[in-house]
């Protein structure tokens, strides 16, 4: 049996309240509780302790395409072990893989890639699902998203995704306003995967529709949406008014205004937003030339571009996005932090056993300095960076 430890900072974040001078109290990767230094009997504890620290939940990426080179769309479950423990780095605890539009075939192998490489035993962040981004979206608002392989809805064909995965889909993206997706939101809904409404140029009528049916997620908001009108409120208008939609933000300060977060903020409370790395195969490496879904990008100063200069993605990490939303937006901590932990949970039915620092849940935390910079990742009560 494993040796009951005691973690202890100045602050934990569990993030709905402030915990100050305690410790998360861990048995065999589980949380059992939250107390005071001075009520805890050391004789019965490996007490670990950080100075100058707080301790928060471990972040939850529920939208990325890949880092360090590699992209979820690769058939080699081993590029896996490399980017989980990048994550780890950056204090994400569990990731979710994003596929991007593309051929039956290749969606297929992708799918069932994912799917082995989560039984993989790995010293960093956990694949606990997978993202369909695609490919039944909006030709009008494809962005980086391959032209030739976006379609309408075949139920069959996504029937097969679902299957292929062993119901390891956990989220789908796809616009309310292409033939078929009613049904396939309705599918999608009573599987318990979450709908998110992406790459659509829907009136505010469509997408209330695709809300209406069973959607409840925005995918990477205002960004490959119809923007606002003020005689048409569109996607965007539907999914900030709408209580029951959650919205996913790139919080890199390039694809959002600070102040159009700052609106969503305001619009959707910390409830109802989730931040998201939208990130691909070139974060953590420097600017050049990349490949996204079999598109060119060009990357130059950590933005990444198609050739025509449209956003493809991101080269951001969790972490900093937390530094932006604090920092720069000035988003409460506790607030931020929800976005990116419980909230993300939550969108893939996992909260009951992550996302926040409660007893009985994961002992998947991380140690951020005064910088809210990573100092180390605990997954499972281990030290994994």
Known sequence: MNRKKAFCAEKIYTPFETRDESCILVTDGKITGIKKQKEIDASLYEMIFFENSMIVPGFIDIHSHGVMGHDAMEPDIEIFRIESKFYAEHGVTSFIPTTMTQSKSDTLLAIKTIGKAKDLKMNGARICGIHLEGPYFNMEKKGAQPAKYIREVNLQELQEFVQASQDFVVIAALAPEVKGATEAIRYLSEKGITVSLGH???TYEDAMSGIDAGASQSTHTFNGMRAIHHREPGVVGAVLLDNRVSC????????????????IYRLKGPEKMILISDSMSATGLCDGNYSLG?????VKDSVVCLTNGSLAGSTLTLDKALR??????GIPLKDALRMMTYNSASAISRSAVSGSISTGKLADFVVLDKALRVKATFIGGEKVF
Do not use: Q, S, W
């Open 200 to 202: 659509t140029n829907a």
């Open 248 to 263: 996913e933000l790139i919080a890199d300060m390039v694809h959002l205004n600070p102040h159009i977060i700052e609106m």
């Open 324 to 329: 932006n939303m604090v920092n720069i937006v």
């Open 294 to 298: 079999g598109e060119k990008v060009i």
